[in-house]
C-alpha cells in the first residue's frame, strides 16, 4: 500500500459531484494512408500501454481517522 501525496489527496478530497478536479486531454489522430482508424485498434493499444505505468492501476482505499 503506498500514500497519496498531498497535491494527489488534495485533488481527490476537492472534488464534488459538482466541482470537478480532472481535466480533460485530446489527441487528434490521422489515420494511415487517409483509412479510418478502428476503435479497437486504439483502445488495445492504449490498454496495452497502461500496464507500463503502475500509477494508472492503483485504487484510493480509504481508511479510518
Not at 24 to 45: N, S, T, Y
Not at 53 to 64: I, N
Amino acid at each position: 500500500m503506498k500514500r497519496l501525496s498531498g497535491l494527489d489527496a488534495n485533488f481527490l478530497y476537492n472534488e464534488t459531484p459538482t466541482e470537478h478536479m480532472h481535466t480533460l486531454k485530446l489527441a487528434v489522430l490521422e489515420p494511415p494512408d487517409g483509412g479510418v482508424l478502428p476503435w479497437e485498434l486504439i483502445r488495445g493499444e492504449v490498454a496495452g500501454r497502461m500496464l507500463r505505468f503502475p500509477a494508472f492501476s492503483r485504487k484510493v482505499v480509504r481508511v479510518p481517522l
